[in-house]
């Protein structure tokens, strides 16, 4: 038998996958403090997540399609004098999720499959879910890895960057499209609503144990692994929705990472939102 013939084997594939996702893009998160924005993306993400499964499309497509319209917005807003950029992300995060109700309720019969959308169906995974993943995965893993140096330059000195002639406007575009194209890929995992657990805790916990950005996205990345494993299994064990139980995993890494900061120093910092120190860190935190 074909192992991917296996539900089960296909949900541990699918968590592999999606950790991996989670953790590499989670550090650029938090890192841009950017867990606000990606809380409204996943909301925003709901309606086109519904749409595609209504129409019939994978739910990538749907969930791109309306992401990349509020990361754009986004990313206008924030360049923009006088507009409060978080005041309208924050519209957008119950504007979206009110569109996706509306969008579930005219559909009769539609209603019970919201569960899905909103807290994953990971059981239900099919082999064409996990490619899609796999290729997404490879897909932010290329892009993180070409463009890590100017995200990283962008975030830790805009003023900086600017002046060495960087478009930061255009890094920072590319840096919320890729956490759009994660959020939507890890829907079938933790659906839209626990999404963003996934993505920020692995990573938050990581950053307390290190301020280098090599080892606090191996720790992201192992973090998210192992939160979507043990969430899993805990899930078969007791009989409760594997959503939940991985992103209560998730926050509890956070949590245990928070007390076990009294044995080690305060890790430095990595980036900042606006200008810090120079080069050396700089340096230091890509070595």
């Known amino acids: 038998m074909n192992w991917f013939d296996d539900v089960l084997h296909r949900a541990i594939a699918e968590v592999i996958l ?3 996702l989670a953790g590499m893009i989670g550090v650029h998160v938090v890192m841009r403090r950017l867990s606000f924005f990606t809380m409204a993306l ?3 993400t709901f309606p086109g997540v519904v749409a595609a499964s209504i129409i019939g499309v994978n739910l990538l497509f749907g969930g791109v399609a309306t992401g990349a319209v509020i990361a754009i917005g986004v990313a206008v807003l924030t360049r923009r004098r006088g507009q409060d950029a978080a005041a309208a992300t924050g519209v957008l995060l119950s504007g979206g999720f009110a569109l996706g109700a509306a969008l579930v309720a005219t559909q009769s019969g539609f209603s019970r499959d919201l569960s899905s959308f909103l807290v994953g169906s990971i059981l239900t995974v099919s082999t064409s879910d996990l490619v899609v993943t796999a290729v997404v995965l490879a897909v932010v893993a290329v892009v ?6 100017a995200l990283l330059f962008a975030g ?3 003023q900086g960057a600017r002046a060495a002639g960087l478009f930061t406007t255009g890094w920072d575009l590319l840096l ?4 759009q194209l994660v959020v939507v890929a890890v829907v079938p995992a933790v659906g839209t609503i626990l999404a963003l657990s996934l993505i920020v805790a692995p990573a938050a916990a990581a950053r ?3 301020d280098r950005l090599p080892v606090i996205t191996a720790l992201a990345v192992v973090f998210a692994i192992g939160s979507g494993l043990i969430g899993l299994y805990a899930s078969a064990r007791w009989n409760v929705a594997a959503g939940a139980s991985i992103s209560l995993t998730a926050t509890a890494v956070l949590a ?3 007390l076990g900061r ?3 120093p305060v890790a430095g910092p990595v980036v900042a939102a606006g200008p810090v120190a120079g080069a050396d860190d700089l340096h230091r935190a890509v070595a």
């Not at 919320?176 to 956490?179: D, F, K, P, S, V």
């Open 18 to 20: 999606v950790g991996a």
């Open 42 to 44: 996943t909301h925003a």
């Open 144 to 149: 993180l890895l070409v463009s890590a140096r």
């Open 156 to 158: 830790f000195d805009p």
């Open 176 to 179: 919320l499209l890729t956490i």
């Open 208 to 210: 307390l144990w290190s």
């Open 256 to 258: 245990v990472s928070w």
């Open 262 to 264: 009294w044995r080690r």
